[in-house]
């Protein structure tokens, strides 16, 4: 389905683990990962916002990839968040990812500076001159506050800068245009999803596949309807997403928290609740999800078959 | 597959005609409405925003309405817009529509004043109560700024006040917690999708239908669509979208304009070129597409297969 | 201050008091209006978002302007407030203002359906050419959701397309710009401010007046204020603004509500305890605000001098 | 003014000059550096948004942060933004920064994932209780994509934890309130503003001084404003003032471009007309300002008498 060379299927966002004292949790992060290569997934994506990339300094970020393509040890392929403001940063962070053997780097827009479509595309080609592996573009206006143009992504594409694409846009529209050009453009970008509870739609529209933070709970979910999806099986494609979408709600149900402090820490503590993770700790500042909020989740776990 | 009583299928949202000096243009309409029903489609919607409804006076609108309810003379069902920006306003409108026989009354949420989500409710509960129709409430954040939410949409339904929702909210995410909520209280709403492009994606998340604008130009496409979903034929459900996706660049084509100068102008110019409206003017201030732009949207229409 | 024949001064945004069952409270409007013109407005601008002019039916907002400008009798000019989604709907509100007699009408750019520049151009214009008043121009883009051009407004100024701006844009950096640009012009137009707690800034750049919405409570203390801008008194300018602002806190007062039912209801509510209004009713689908929120509110008329 | 401890006055953000290669100018930095002080700058502002702070990688941050604090020599006080992020990335600048004796460091809130009022004051607080400098806010929605609350400022300055406020939220109305809190809670904060065209109207509002970006360009013309204040010259401030914001104009000249590659690039390409700097040069990946863009900087900056 996707290019030569280029990564299709089912490809979560990796939820890191800390001890209790906020450190990496070793142990808890070798459980999840071999947790997602039996469940069968395509490959892994370190340091997304799944990872709460943007939280760890660069020692801790470099710790991460440096576990995480250890356990890996080349069973899938690992692609590397590349997240910062502006292009020297993220060149930074680049170089210091091609040291760790990744099969991709993924990286945003300039984010905090204001900037127009003559910088990002400036940024999007710095990148993919100057990097010595694939470039993703990761489209996330909700962190980014810019959309990434489909016309700018294919055209880098079909130049070879870019190979990727991570769509979290929220904007199905956009989506379905950008795969309709780029299969115009006979096809030079993959094209992921980044929204869980509508992965059927994005294959319908033409996704190459998805990368589901909520794949870390239920990665066999996401491996089973990619197949489906592959096997042209429409109604077994939708029974599981159906699935997987009332399991997604377990990131609606802490109170008074909201983006990773509730989405993140719904994932790290159904994995704990799940037995793979030992706590359900959130970077600074966020705080972990505790009282009521636990008992939904199980709740959850439990009437999506996931627990008893 | 919708509840029963409600609507479900092709519900496109009318464009209106006007004549060079802006009076409705009451042949064309007649020539679109026909088009339309002999296309197959399942209701018409008549007031919303491909209609200018918050363009036209009250004398205009009142107009449209009864020569749309005439022309229909009851071989579809006809949903009527009561958009405007407060509770009372939008009962005025209301009460007009109830005079033309209406199947139903479409409304957004305030809009204009800020309101929170005890205002909006109250707002859609008023509605529910003082009109003799049924209340469709029409999610379009882009004109309104707000989002509507799921739970209050279903819990409205459930009471009886709502009967259906026109999602044009560009949320396919929290369009799968709608229709998901909707089905676990029974199914009160009929869930139908603004997006013309993914119509496919939202048959399945759980969409009994859809109100699209393009269904103006391709009426026999989007009831094309909604034959083969209904037979559970996803591959010709897709084929379908695909085409109806290349026809939806028209929207893309104007120069300079933006909104429904962009959108409404380009149907209306499509509408044009295939032979059934006289012209393509819009209402004050906007001004028609004119140019190259026009030269670009007949291409689409022939490489779409709708013009020769 | 301001260019012959316009408004210069304080002209508050008038709030209308209405009975329990919602009806115009005609007696409290009186006792407002007397209120306002003995502490020495400028003049007087009904049906304006303080009017919650958009709540009302087009007959209630008719009902209003009738009523006031009788009040009101020749002794300050009432400017009318013709706010509507788009023209041909804002043209329907001049003709009926017209026939009362006001000095002005105050429009916003159209609203709800999406406009680029080029139609909100457009849109004043065609308001300036056919009102036989002066037209004002309303920056409010937190209803409106666009901003005016400070170029595009100088421009119709001094085309004698409009006579005046009521800034309530928030963007005290554009304000700025403007008056420059409308001194560079030769003054063309009346410069207001409609942020209550930065009239003396506003001085500073250039405002000829104010119309604030607080000033339905305190008018002598915004009268003062202006007064000893005239004569260059900046100190005492600044000490009646801080004090001002601290009177403005009754607007922070009230829990779980937002925009007008947060802030036109707290003026409402402060003119009830200051025995001018008979009630602080709000318009559907507002509720008025009720218990500890109108003790702090009365607190604060207390340690502002109003309530003893 | 300012609280016992705490800066007042002019503290102007630095601009950083580039080679046409885009290293450190190290020369041309040491004339802005002896410009600054020579003009009677209370203070430096090093590593903002002026600085480019977020387009530069560690390294960069650490050599501006060393050069310009050798070149200062102790003359004036240096803050130094800490913009990262998140809170453990922020730490790691506050780190650096305290190596080379700067007065203060400033941070934003959490930016790019999305935060919570609660994590929003851990953030804030977790600084205070680490940093061994004085800690200031930097209020920027306009990057951040939050707006600070003013409550939170106070109470955190009350508490010790923060020593002032940057306010660059273009937000008058919070600005006014900021003060009124900060004041009535016994002045725990300076309050600076960071609008370079309106900080008369701060003054008046309580503002204890400005962090100009044009202040790198004209800093003897906020000093003297700054004076006048303080005399109670309120005239003298406002004729300043208009001089001031006609300079300004200079950002708004460039074409096609905007944020940092229009603002910082005119105060660049000033600094280069005037003589100061050796190029106009940008960070990756903005492009510098040039052709006719430039003759209207030159224009603006002959008729405001700082070009001959």
């Known amino acids: 389905m996707a290019p030569q060379g280029r990564l299709a299927g089912v490809i979560p966002p990796l939820v890191i683990p800390l001890t209790n004292s906020r450190e990496l949790d070793v142990e808890s992060l070798e459980r999840l990962v071999n947790h997602l290569i039996e469940g069968g997934v395509d490959g892994i994506f370190a340091l997304g916002s799944s990872s709460e990339v943007v939280f760890h300094t660069d020692r801790m970020r470099e710790q991460i990839l440096e576990t995480v393509t250890g356990v890996v040890a080349g069973r899938v392929p690992v692609l590397a968040g590349v997240i910062d403001t502006e292009t020297n940063r993220v060149l930074e962070h680049v170089k210091t990812a091609q040291k760790y053997g990744v099969a991709g780097v993924v990286a945003t827009a300039p984010f905090y500076a204001i900037t127009g479509p003559a910088e990002i595309e400036r ?3 710095v990148l993919g001159e100057h990097a010595e592996v694939p470039v993703w573009a990761y489209d996330l206006p909700v962190c980014v506050h810019v959309k990434l143009s489909p016309h700018m992504l294919v055209a880098l594409g079909s130049e070879g ?6 769509d979290s ?10 795969t309709a050009m780029n299969r115009a453009a006979g096809s030079p970008l993959s094209v992921l999803t980044g ?19 909520l794949g870390n709970v239920d990665p066999a979910g996401y491996v089973r309807m990619h197949k489906a999806f592959v096997e042209g099986d429409w109604q077994k494609v939708r029974t599981e997403q159906d699935r997987l979408a009332a399991l997604f709600e377990i990131v609606f149900q802490p109170v008074g928290k909201t983006g990773p402090a509730a989405g993140v820490g719904a994932f790290k503590t159904a994995l704990r609740e799940l037995g793979l993770f030992a ?7 966020m705080t972990p999800i505790e009282g009521e909020s636990v008992e939904k989740i199980r709740g959850i776990l439990q009437s999506t078959g996931l627990l008893k």
Chains 1, 2, 3, 4 share one sequence.
């Open 195 to 213: 929204h869980e509870v509508v992965v059927d739609g994005a294959y319908l529209s033409g996704a190459d596949g998805s990368v589901p933070g």
């Open 123 to 125: 940024h999007f080609r």
């Open 161 to 166: 800068l870019l190979t990727g694409v991570k």
């Open 279 to 285: 706590t359900n700790m959130m970077s600074e500042p």
């Open 169 to 178: 846009s929220g904007d199905d529209v956009s989506f379905r245009r950008l």
